[in-house]
Each structure stands twice: as structure tokens, then as C-alpha cells.
Nanobody, 114 residues
Framework: QVQLVESGGGLVQPGGSLRLSCTAS????????MSWYRQAPGKERELVAS????????NYADSVKGRFTISRNNAEKTVFLQMDSLKPEDTAMYYC???????WGQGTQVTVSS
């Protein structure tokens, strides 16, 4: 079955960086678009970034453009989210997603606070 395991979250000060990872199994990873979503307390889940199969095309939410970078390693079946210049409003649970399969990971918590 499809499994998505996120890691890399934590507590970081404003202006700091984190790198999230999502390792996939149970499907042909290199054939699937991958996405990162986030959900803050009391808010709806929102799309943060997406990356197409070969990594050549990426999309970002306006709120993270220029600060976050999504990438993937198809050989390792892993998608990454490099988050720089973090702000308190980036605090949320971050989820890995396979849009075409409707599959979600368990999430990893990111907290940006001084």
C-alpha cells in the first residue's frame, strides 16, 4: 500500500531554515507529481508547493515563493522541502501528498518561534 513518511520538522527561530523529507513506497514514485501541504491550528489545509515527475516544473504558494524550494530524488523515492527565511506564520503541520492517489503522510510539525 501507499506509504508516505515525513521527517525533518522541529522548532526554529524566525529567519532560520529547515529541510523536510518525505520518503515514499507502494507506488511508482517517478511517475507521480508530489506536493507539500500545511495546516495551521484553526485553518484549512493549504497547498505549499508541487513538483512534477522529472523535477523540471515546480509551483509554489505566493506566501512561500522565494523562500521555499521543493525538489525530488526519484532514485531514493524522496521529495524534499527546503524552507529558508522562516516566519512565525509558517508554523503548521506539514504533509506530503500524492495528488493523483489522494494519499497523505502523517505530517511533521514545524514551529517558528523565538
Amino acid at each position: 500500500q501507499v506509504q508516505l513518511v515525513e521527517s525533518g520538522g522541529g522548532l526554529v527561530q524566525p529567519g532560520g531554515s529547515l529541510r523536510l523529507s518525505c520518503t515514499a513506497s507502494g507506488f511508482r514514485f517517478s511517475w507521480r507529481k508530489m506536493s507539500w501541504y500545511r495546516q495551521a491550528p484553526g485553518k484549512e489545509r493549504e497547498l505549499v508547493a508541487s513538483i512534477f515527475t522529472d523535477g523540471s516544473t515546480t509551483n509554489y504558494a505566493d506566501s512561500v515563493k522565494g523562500r521555499f524550494t521543493i525538489s525530488r530524488n526519484n532514485a531514493e523515492k524522496t521529495v524534499f522541502l527546503q524552507m529558508d527565511s522562516l516566519k512565525p506564520e509558517d508554523t503548521a503541520m506539514y504533509y506530503c501528498n500524492v495528488p493523483s492517489l489522494g494519499s497523505w503522510g502523517q505530517g511533521t510539525q514545524v514551529t517558528v518561534s523565538s
